[in-house]
């Protein structure tokens, strides 16, 4: 009986650690979703600009700003699976500016920050289209983006299913 009054404990304090202390004091894990960056750094605004050009409508330009997160995470971040247990001071990383610039693993937060950052701020996606959402994952919390494309929420996983060579429409949950 001991013994599972301390593992009930355990499993107690774990889950109020990552399931709630984490959303009160990890950038952008808020109850109520992140607010939108309001001061875009020129490189990022230049970005936008560049991906406005390629893009025909919404879904266009979802795809484009999803193919530009994916490519700095292959080539610049490196979000993998499984370093986010090892790297927790990477989670409090919050000025765009660093998360735009850094060669150095982020957590999911950071890149959809910098994800919902390049929708709003271009001319096809305002504040009220994108929805911050949290799922189990692998023991821990993990967040995606819901993005209203043309009336329709689409997910947009670039931390998790994105890395798993998965498209646009999807969000990791459960043990992946």
Same mark, same amino acid.
């Given at each position: ?172 949950? /459960?043990? /992946?």
């Amino acid at each position: 009986m001991n013994l599972f009054y301390w593992l009930f404990v355990i499993l107690c304090a774990y889950s109020l650690l990552v399931f709630f202390i984490s959303r009160l004091v990890v950038p952008f894990m808020e109850f109520g979703g992140f607010s939108p960056a309001k001061r875009i750094p020129e490189e990022i605004k230049a970005a936008i600009a560049d991906l406005e050009v390629r893009a025909t409508d919404q879904r266009s330009y979802l795809e484009a700003a999803y193919e530009l997160v994916m490519d700095k995470n292959q080539s610049q971040w490196n979000h993998t699976r499984f370093q986010a247990a090892f790297k927790m001071h990477r989670a409090f990383v919050s000025d765009l500016s660093e998360i735009w610039e850094t060669k150095e693993f982020i957590y999911c937060t950071a890149i959809n920050y910098l994800m919902a950052a390049l929708l709003v701020n271009s001319k096809y996606f305002r504040s009220e289209d994108i929805q911050v959402k949290h799922v189990f994952v692998n023991m821990f919390i993990h967040q995606y983006l819901k993005v209203n494309v043309n009336g329709k929420w689409v997910d947009v996983d670039p931390a998790g299913t994105g890395i798993r060579g998965k498209p646009i429409g999807t969000h990791l949950a /459960g043990f /992946g």
